[in-house]
């Protein structure tokens, strides 16, 4: 059984950082690739990036490149999503997930698994 789990959200001050972790069970972790993604209330979900199975191909959305930094660990089965210089806007739920091969990385329909997600807020 597949389980992912994430951590690390919290409540912190503009310009602040946060890191967020994320561990998944159940699967050879290598063969995934792993997104992303939040969702603010009355909001879609959005991606926010993404990490090839290899970990060298790495995508951001516009709204966070240059402040976020996604990685990975495969020896723990862990993704990471270093957030720095937050701002309000990223306040939202953040969700881990992961799939084995997609066409539209962007899109959440494309992939299997998901955590229950971790809070972010972000006030001014």
């Known amino acids: 059984q597949v389980q992912v789990v994430e951590s690390g959200g919290g409540s912190v001050q503009a310009g602040g950082s946060l890191r967020l972790s994320c561990t998944a069970s159940?699967?050879?972790?290598?063969?995934?690739?792993l997104a992303w993604f939040r969702q603010a209330p009355g909001k879609e979900r959005e991606g926010v990036s993404i990490?090839?199975?290899?970990?060298?191909?790495?995508f951001y959305a516009d709204s966070v490149q240059g402040r976020f930094t996604i990685s990975r660990d495969d020896s723990k089965n862990t993704v990471y999503l270093q957030m720095n210089n937050l701002k309000p806007e990223d306040t939202a739920m953040y969700y881990c997930?992961?799939?084995?091969?997609?066409?539209?990385?962007?899109?959440?329909?494309?992939?299997?698994?998901w955590g229950q997600g971790t809070q972010v807020t972000v006030s001014s």
């Open positions: 990490i090839s199975k290899s970990g060298i191909a790495r």
């Open positions: 997930a992961a799939t084995s091969e997609v066409r539209d990385s962007w899109s959440p329909n494309e992939y299997l698994y």
């Open positions: 159940g699967l050879t972790f290598g063969n995934y690739i």
